[in-house]
């Protein structure tokens, strides 16, 4: 009875994710007006930034501030962050954390078409209007001390498909949150944008 009752729960969250995404089966790339807000807790006011978000299937997206000198960059499995002009590299064959990010970012962009059922680090939910990823890596102790993050969440509004805000939480209750609005889907994106 128990596992009747959560198998028919994973199936409703996932039915409400793939309606979610459903619209970036038939959008190739897009941009949109991203905001990032990055809280510490050892600081009394966040710092906010307004930048730009780029996407183009099946696996590049670019979240860029400052001229470049502050990004997020997924270009296949290879991310790059951009800290005040400072690059740090990893690759999500090697960084266990960011694979399943990659998944999730992989599955909304090609509008469902990886099942993220299988994933037992994610978590889908409903919260009115919104469907809610909750990515939290599970990783040996040794790993877990290095993470950069604890955990990512990320809000698609169910009824414009546009993903509404990402969320990196780190330790001791820092995180950064990107913001997304104006969404142009179609707009002309090349791969120079992600070089």
């Known amino acids: 009875m128990l596992i009747t009752l959560i198998s028919t729960i994973i199936l409703a969250q996932n ?7 459903a ?15 990055k809280h ?3 600081v009394a006011k966040d ?3 307004q930048g730009t978000f780029y996407v183009k299937k099946p696996n590049k997206v670019l979240i860029t501030f400052n001229k470049g000198k502050d990004a997020l960059l997924m270009n296949g499995t290879n991310f790059t962050m951009t800290i005040g002009g400072r690059k740090f590299k990893t690759n999500s ?6 694979k399943t990010f990659q998944n999730v970012l992989e599955s909304i962009f090609t509008g469902g078409s990886i099942d993220l059922t299988k994933n ?3 978590e889908i939910s409903k919260n009115g209007n919104n469907v ?3 990515i939290t890596p599970v990783m040996d102790k040794k790993n877990t001390k290095r993470q950069m993050f604890t955990s990512f969440v990320l809000v698609i509004d169910s009824k414009t498909s546009e993903l509404r805000t990402l969320r990196m939480n780190e330790k001791k209750g820092n995180y950064t949150e990107y913001k997304f609005s104006n969404y142009q889907f179609g707009a002309n994106v090349t791969d120079t944008t992600f070089k």
């Open 93 to 98: 064959t090697q960084n266990a954390q960011f």
């Open 47 to 49: 710092a906010v930034s």
């Open 15 to 21: 039915a409400n994710y793939q309606k979610a995404v």
């Open 120 to 122: 037992s680090d994610v």
């Open 132 to 134: 809610v990823l909750t």
């Open 23 to 37: 619209k970036y089966k038939n959008v190739s790339s897009l941009t949109a007006t991203a905001t990032k807000t």
């Open 40 to 42: 510490k807790t050892s």
